[in-house]
């Protein structure tokens, strides 16, 4: 799994004044494009470059604009300290283009800190950090106003991407800076949102992380989240533990808690609002934003062949289903523009958020530090100066501007259009666009269509959905080794520090990476995806993926096998008794301690069947499997996530796991007769 992203260039030098209040409009406004850094390699986005300040422990900025009749978009008050340089961009990314035409619109944009070392120069670009902005535009229809309505905007700028946590006390503060316009409002919501305390909120690792993002069960890891903090006075001082939970009368309270977010509160003027911060989200997932309009808006369209064809795009030629033009496009980098046309900002911000967190799922980072969640047209000249930018448009001129992007989704109608404009790639591997005859089963990008077509169709959770992005990902990666391997070329992916070791020496069971029925299906695949790999080994995304492989502080918990290659094994794969008895065996002689049950339960998700495929060894023709299937499961039901997966399976699974576990306890070690005579697996 990949850390947090060290976030990369500067498009407008911004510097911050010594003292605080409000500033207007004296910074750098005019300095040239290309003149803020000599380094071509910084030359990255487009994002207002704020110096990091030790100030603010949740918030660093309260910002507010208004829309002045003589000067235009303006920056009005800021606060703690003014942010000096470009504050018309600063007012225009506020005050987005037809905001006056609404009476509310939220948009996000991002500010680029640049921390500073101790003799005052700027530090090397990793160690840079991005500020989150939520930002609230309001208008206000009154009669003597000028031109008949007041149009203002508030924003924060915070260190946390789940900006969404603010919008409550946004809205108040909104309310009251329209009726005082004055600092002291910006000065109370500052103050507000750094009280909120947060000392108690666990940390979880990425496997961890995994097990809350991709199961939906309320209660995972109670343990850690001090509940008896929020229960009544009576239970003050009550140890949460499993048999408090099980057991007493705290059990109906505790349950009420999803520990899917960490409760809080802010204090702001006289009112307690309640705070749920998320705790089970990864990089490059900012706000709660929905893949569902984008999703139902690509699925619900015609599908039209395409005219143009890209070996990175077109998989399936010109036939390719959009959502997988889509898909690729960011995979390989393509400047990508989502437009809504009759939309309000909002729209195509929440579109472009959550395209980027269902790329990244959890496994790649690196796509909002691209991103331009809202942009118009006044900005384009930056814009087409980002490789690889994602951007959200309501302007229709971009549709007419096929030199601006390489992809356009139009949110509205659901097309996804390839640019006549865009640049081929040179031929690296054999330009052949249809794909290999042969080999069972669908191709893995046509798969993801039919389930998350089918998904749609049949009103599936977002956690679903997202679960099924994360499984695409992680095995377009595993094709990406697989055909590295295959080659027989020297990949950062395959070695000491890569996805697997070039040699399975030490492995208690044979095999890694992806599972293919045979051979032909294996080559099949490959060759179909063959230039999406080469294009996406030319992005910055993979070389960030191959350092966070390459630099992992903590190794894995389980070395001397691939378990997720054997969980595949038993879910996709008819495996006679033998082979499937070595993998049982295999994953009881392993997988004993609590952090490698963690990784083991990252791999079972609630989507796929939880514990399925490990319950159906229960019923193994041989008696030393079922009791190995058996004593696989007693671990995971006493593992603090655990049992919450084993409470998952039906009564038929747990009934015949505890008789089993309680022969091997009484050492009958005398074979039993199997339940069924053949084994099979769920699919």
């Given at each position: 799994m990949?850390?947090?992203?060290?976030?990369?260039?500067?498009a407008v030098l911004l510097t911050e004044s010594d003292g605080s209040g409000s500033g207007q409009g004296n910074g750098l406004q005019n300095r040239p494009w290309t003149n803020i850094n000599s380094s071509p390699e910084r030359i990255e986005n487009m994002y207002l470059s704020v110096p990091s300040s030790g100030v603010g422990v949740h918030v660093k900025y309260i910002l507010a604009a208004e829309f002045d009749v003589a000067k235009g978009p303006t920056v009005k008050y800021q606060y703690p300290r003014r942010i000096e340089g470009d504050e018309e961009l600063l007012a225009e990314l506020m005050l987005p283009d037809q905001v006056h035409k609404r009476e509310e619109d939220w948009t996000v944009f991002f500010l680029q800190q640049q921390p500073k070392s101790s003799n005052g120069h700027d530090v090397t670009e990793e160690h840079d950090s991005m500020l989150y902005v939520l930002n609230l535009a309001n208008t206000k229809i009154i009669s003597d106003a000028n031109r008949g309505a007041i149009v203002r905007a508030m924003a924060i700028c915070t260190i946390h991407p789940f900006i969404q946590i603010y919008k409550p006390i946004l809205l108040l503060a909104m309310t009251e800076y329209f009726d005082s316009l004055n600092m002291d409002v910006l000065r109370n919501l500052y103050q507000s949102l750094n009280d909120m305390d947060i000392s108690n909120m666990p940390s979880f690792g990425p496997y961890e992380t995994q097990i809350l993002s991709s199961n939906t069960m309320r209660s995972l890891f109670v343990e850690r989240f001090q509940l008896d903090r929020l229960l009544p006075d009576r239970t003050a001082g009550v140890v949460v533990s499993q048999s408090t939970i099980s057991h007493d009368g705290t059990k109906a309270s505790l349950n009420k808690y999803d520990t899917h977010f960490y409760e809080s509160k802010i204090k702001f003027n006289n009112l307690e609002i309640p705070m749920r911060i998320p705790v089970d989200s990864f990089p490059d997932c900012v706000g709660d934003s929905s893949p569902i309009l984008l999703l139902t808006t690509i699925l619900n369209a015609p599908v039209k062949p395409y005219s143009v064809l890209h070996p990175h795009l077109t998989t399936s030629g010109a036939k390719t289903h959009?959502?997988?033009?889509?898909?690729?496009?960011?995979?390989?980098?393509?400047?990508?523009?989502?437009?809504?046309?009759?939309?309000?900002?909002?729209?195509?911000?929440d579109v472009v958020l959550s395209a980027c967190s269902l790329i990244s799922s959890g496994i790649l980072r690196g796509f909002s530090s691209r991103a331009y969640p809202y942009t118009d047209l006044s900005k384009i000249d930056r814009l087409i100066q980002v490789p690889g930018y994602i951007a959200g448009v309501t302007n229709p001129?971009?549709?007419?501007?096929?030199?601006?992007?390489?992809?356009?989704?139009?949110?509205?109608?659901?097309?996804?259009?390839?640019?006549?404009?865009?640049?081929?790639?040179?031929?690296?591997?054999?330009?052949?666009?249809?794909?290999?005859?042969?080999?069972?089963?669908?191709?893995?990008?046509?798969?993801?269509?039919?389930?998350?077509?089918?998904?749609?169709?049949?009103?599936?959770?977002?956690?679903?959905?997202?679960?099924?992005?994360?499984?695409?990902?992680?095995?377009?990666i595993q094709l990406c080794a697989a055909y590295d391997e295959t080659r027989g070329v020297d990949s950062p992916l395959i070695g000491s520090r890569g996805l697997w070791p070039a040699q399975e020496q030490g492995y208690v069971i044979s095999g890694h990476g992806y599972v293919w029925v045979d051979e032909q299906q294996k080559k099949r695949d490959l060759d179909h995806y063959k230039h999406v790999i080469e294009g996406w080994k030319r992005t910055t995304n993979y070389k960030t993926y191959i350092s966070d492989v390459q630099n992992l502080l903590v190794p894995m918990p389980v070395a001397s096998m691939d378990l997720q290659h054997q969980i595949d094994r038993l879910r996709?794969?008819?495996?006679?008794?033998?082979p499937a008895g070595e993998i049982f065996e295999a994953i009881r002689d392993v997988v004993v301690n609590p952090h490698q049950i963690t990784?083991?339960?990252?791999?079972?998700?609630?989507?796929?069947?939880?514990?399925?495929?490990?319950?159906?060894?229960?019923?193994?023709?041989?008696?030393?499997?079922?009791?190995?299937?058996?004593?696989?499961?007693?671990?995971?039901r006493d593992h603090e996530a655990g049992r919450h997966f084993y409470n998952e399976l039906d009564l038929f699974h747990k009934l015949a796991c505890e008789r089993l576990y309680r022969r091997v306890a009484d050492a009958d070690s005398i074979d039993q007769p199997s339940l069924v005579n053949v084994m099979t697996f769920p699919t």
């Amino acid at each position: 799994m990949s850390r947090l992203a060290c976030l990369r260039g500067a498009a407008v030098l911004l510097t911050e004044s010594d003292g605080s209040g409000s500033g207007q409009g004296n910074g750098l406004q005019n300095r040239p494009w290309t003149n803020i850094n000599s380094s071509p390699e910084r030359i990255e986005n487009m994002y207002l470059s704020v110096p990091s300040s030790g100030v603010g422990v949740h918030v660093k900025y309260i910002l507010a604009a208004e829309f002045d009749v003589a000067k235009g978009p303006t920056v009005k008050y800021q606060y703690p300290r003014r942010i000096e340089g470009d504050e018309e961009l600063l007012a225009e990314l506020m005050l987005p283009d037809q905001v006056h035409k609404r009476e509310e619109d939220w948009t996000v944009f991002f500010l680029q800190q640049q921390p500073k070392s101790s003799n005052g120069h700027d530090v090397t670009e990793e160690h840079d950090s991005m500020l989150y902005v939520l930002n609230l535009a309001n208008t206000k229809i009154i009669s003597d106003a000028n031109r008949g309505a007041i149009v203002r905007a508030m924003a924060i700028c915070t260190i946390h991407p789940f900006i969404q946590i603010y919008k409550p006390i946004l809205l108040l503060a909104m309310t009251e800076y329209f009726d005082s316009l004055n600092m002291d409002v910006l000065r109370n919501l500052y103050q507000s949102l750094n009280d909120m305390d947060i000392s108690n909120m666990p940390s979880f690792g990425p496997y961890e992380t995994q097990i809350l993002s991709s199961n939906t069960m309320r209660s995972l890891f109670v343990e850690r989240f001090q509940l008896d903090r929020l229960l009544p006075d009576r239970t003050a001082g009550v140890v949460v533990s499993q048999s408090t939970i099980s057991h007493d009368g705290t059990k109906a309270s505790l349950n009420k808690y999803d520990t899917h977010f960490y409760e809080s509160k802010i204090k702001f003027n006289n009112l307690e609002i309640p705070m749920r911060i998320p705790v089970d989200s990864f990089p490059d997932c900012v706000g709660d934003s929905s893949p569902i309009l984008l999703l139902t808006t690509i699925l619900n369209a015609p599908v039209k062949p395409y005219s143009v064809l890209h070996p990175h795009l077109t998989t399936s030629g010109a036939k390719t289903h959009p959502l997988i033009v889509l898909v690729n496009s960011l995979l390989t980098e393509k400047r990508v523009v989502f437009m809504g046309a009759r939309r309000a900002a909002k729209d195509v911000v929440d579109v472009v958020l959550s395209a980027c967190s269902l790329i990244s799922s959890g496994i790649l980072r690196g796509f909002s530090s691209r991103a331009y969640p809202y942009t118009d047209l006044s900005k384009i000249d930056r814009l087409i100066q980002v490789p690889g930018y994602i951007a959200g448009v309501t302007n229709p001129a971009f549709e007419n501007h096929p030199s601006w992007w390489d992809v356009l989704c139009n949110i509205e109608t659901g097309e996804v259009r390839i640019s006549r404009s865009i640049k081929q790639p040179e031929r690296s591997v054999s330009n052949n666009m249809s794909a290999a005859v042969g080999g069972t089963g669908s191709l893995p990008d046509v798969s993801l269509v039919e389930d998350i077509t089918a998904m749609i169709a049949n009103r599936y959770g977002e956690e679903s959905i997202r679960c099924r992005f994360h499984e695409f990902i992680s095995e377009f990666i595993q094709l990406c080794a697989a055909y590295d391997e295959t080659r027989g070329v020297d990949s950062p992916l395959i070695g000491s520090r890569g996805l697997w070791p070039a040699q399975e020496q030490g492995y208690v069971i044979s095999g890694h990476g992806y599972v293919w029925v045979d051979e032909q299906q294996k080559k099949r695949d490959l060759d179909h995806y063959k230039h999406v790999i080469e294009g996406w080994k030319r992005t910055t995304n993979y070389k960030t993926y191959i350092s966070d492989v390459q630099n992992l502080l903590v190794p894995m918990p389980v070395a001397s096998m691939d378990l997720q290659h054997q969980i595949d094994r038993l879910r996709k794969l008819s495996l006679s008794s033998i082979p499937a008895g070595e993998i049982f065996e295999a994953i009881r002689d392993v997988v004993v301690n609590p952090h490698q049950i963690t990784q083991l339960l990252a791999f079972l998700p609630q989507y796929q069947g939880g514990l399925l495929p490990l319950a159906a060894g229960l019923f193994h023709t041989r008696n030393q499997v079922r009791n190995s299937a058996a004593e696989i499961i007693i671990r995971i039901r006493d593992h603090e996530a655990g049992r919450h997966f084993y409470n998952e399976l039906d009564l038929f699974h747990k009934l015949a796991c505890e008789r089993l576990y309680r022969r091997v306890a009484d050492a009958d070690s005398i074979d039993q007769p199997s339940l069924v005579n053949v084994m099979t697996f769920p699919t």
